[in-house]
Antibody, heavy 121, light 108 residues
Framework: QVQFVQSGAEVKKPGASVKVSCKPSGNTFISYAFHWVRQAPGQGLEWLGWINAGNGNTRYSQKFQGRVAITRDTSARTAYMELSGLRSEDTAVYYC??????????????WGQGTLVTVSS | DIQMTQSPSSLSASVGDRVTITCRASQSISNYLNWYQQKPGKAPNLLIYAASNLQSGVPSRFSGSGSGTDFTLTIYSLQPEDFATYYCQQSYNAPMYTFGQGTKLDIK
């Protein structure tokens, strides 16, 4: 069973940037597309953006446009989510998830374990 | 953006009960609706896709229905491991995916 392994917890100051990584186990990478979703403490799920690992195409939530960048390194078989201009409201667990089309509907069928990003002065 | 509204926001039930959670979309999304279960400290887990299809490995006591704007998740005969938070998600307006606010199911 494929697993998505994310980088460890981060503590950042307001105004800084954070970069979270997501690496699938196994050798398959470029056939994947990855979503990034976050969850603030005690809150619901919020979609940030998506990357096609094969061609590098990305799409972002309008809410985060200009502040988020999702990239991938095919040689390292790793996807990244970088969020800049951090503020306290960005404190959350950040998840990567696999894009999988089932019966024609996009689903997030496999998830990383999550990375806690804390923004505090 | 398509808004997803779940009801109730929280729910108390007992082992063996049948429970129903509702999700309403702000516009028609056909069957582009998924359900996820999330336990404390864990990532969400896909339960139901395309409104009514059970994800592999998910127990058959979970069932989804609906199309258009109104959807339901039903859990028949609640088990102790089912107490969790449930989210609906639309993927009609891809790639601008949105989730419901969640329904927390706890033990009565």
């Amino acid at each position: 069973q494929v697993q998505f392994v994310q980088s460890g917890a981060e503590v950042k100051k307001p105004g800084a940037s954070v970069k979270v990584s997501c690496k699938p186990s196994g050798n398959t990478f470029i056939s994947y597309a990855f979503h990034w979703v976050r969850q603030a403490p005690g809150q619901g799920l919020e979609w940030l953006g998506w990357i096609n690992a094969g061609n590098g195409n990305t799409r972002y939530s309008q809410k985060f446009q200009g502040r988020v960048a999702i990239t991938r390194d095919t040689s390292a078989r790793t996807a990244y989510m970088e969020l800049s201009g951090l503020r306290s409201e960005d404190t959350a667990v950040y998840y990567c998830a696999r894009d999988q089309r089932l019966r024609g509907v996009i689903t997030f069928d496999l998830w990383g374990q999550g990375t806690l990003v804390t923004v505090s002065s | 953006d398509i808004q997803m509204t779940q009801s109730p926001s929280s729910l108390s039930a007992s082992v063996g009960d049948r429970v129903t959670i509702t999700c309403r979309a702000s516009q028609s999304i056909s069957n582009y609706l998924n359900w996820y279960q999330q336990k404390p400290g864990k990532a969400p887990n896909l339960l139901i896709y395309a409104a009514s299809n059970l994800q592999s490995g998910v127990p058959s006591r979970f069932s989804g229905s609906g199309s258009g704007t109104d959807f339901t998740l039903t859990i028949y005969s609640l088990q102790p491991e089912d107490f969790a938070t449930y989210y609906c998600q639309q993927s009609y307006n891809a790639p601008m995916y949105t989730f419901g606010q969640g329904t927390k199911l706890d033990i009565k």
